[in-house]
């Protein structure tokens, strides 16, 4: 008789996607590793930047601090739409105490696997998960549009967007629309593309619900749109800056070009 259960236990273990999500994150694992394998340094540009960034704003010990580039020029969070990212992981290398090479040759995988593990969370219910989980490992890295094999801002917002996706479709309670609140005031500090397209992928839901559920499509808009009201003032002094500066240049361009 235990043996007859023995045997059922195992086939139900092998026929089910836990099994097969272990070589799934193995790959996800090995395959944004593949650039750092020999290589002990932050592969891409912005990674340098990044990590540049994040010791100086831990030095100054202020989210205003001089370029560690040039020592000159001033850098706030009016000029650097990052911050939130640079700051992350300027506090996590400081409590960790983990080098900053070991946090930017591992922690991509390291997030990479976590981001896979969400997307088999969200596509579970519909009965394809480890499927989802093995095509997002095949999401491509490249120095043009970069990726999950680099620790840059949108390998890091990708995590958020299957997480965002699984709240808002499975958790209908109130704690689901601060949990969507703080994913989308992290992700407009850090990458705020991400968080626009984490509001355009959500509105046909929000849309479709709202006959059926209205209380839940005005929790979802809610947690979305406050923290895009709030930061309003600010990304628009931005944007009148950089409009200005826009300005004088094609000012003095045409000026200097003129007979």
Partial sequence: MDEHVNRQLLWRL?????????????????????????????????????????????????????NPFNGVMTVNTSSNLETGFQLFWGVFQSISGISWLTIFRYFPS??????????????????????????????????????PAFLVPVSMGLLFLPLSLFIAFNYKTVWSYPALFLFT????????????????????????????????????????????????????????????SVLHIVGTTVAFLSP
């Fill in 14 to 66: 092998a026929k089910s996607d836990y099994l097969k999500l272990v070589p799934i994150l193995a790959l996800a694992f090995y395959v944004t590793f593949i650039p750092h394998m020999n290589y002990p340094y932050p592969v891409h540009i912005d990674e340098w930047i990044h990590l540049s960034f994040s010791n100086a704003i831990m030095q100054a010990q202020d989210t205003t601090y001089l």
């Fill in 110 to 147: 390291v997030i990479f696997m976590i981001s896979v593990l969400s997307v088999y969370l969200l596509a579970r219910k519909e009965g394809f998960g480890w499927e989802a989980a093995f095509f997002t490992c095949l999401i491509p890295t490249t120095v043009g549009i970069l990726g």
């Fill in 185 to 244: 005031c992290f992700l407009l500090s850090m990458h705020a593309t991400t968080a626009v397209g984490m509001v355009i992928i959500l509105i046909p839901y929000i849309l479709l619900n709202l006959k059926g559920n209205f209380k839940h499509s005005l929790g979802i808009t809610l947690a979305l749109a406050i923290p895009f009201v709030a930061l309003f003032p600010w990304v628009f002094g931005m944007i009148l800056d950089v409009s200005v």
